[in-house]
């Protein structure tokens, strides 16, 4: 093991979520309409998944929207609108 340590190899298991798939599921979260279950299915992960790489969940979903306001698009505040999510799920390939 301190042979592959010094050659970097990663050891265990990987993350059941990319950096990018963590942000998506904040993302999602700040609105209320989307749940826990749905962005699992949306993500390809458990509800447990979403529950250990967003610990703020573990407070409440009120707490994490007032923490992380919806985004907006940049421009005139009459024109400003809110993004919304994906109506398609998302899909993930993993690099060869």
Known sequence: MDAARARGARLGRPPAMTPEQNQHAHDLLSRPKN????IAKQLGVSRNTIYKYV???KRGRTALAK???ARTLPGPAALRT???APKQ???WTLAA
């Open 89 to 91: 799920p998302l899909t």
């Open 55 to 57: 610990p703020e969940l």
């Open 35 to 38: 749940t826990v279950s749905s």
């Open 67 to 69: 923490e992380e306001p």
């Open 82 to 84: 809110t993004i919304t």
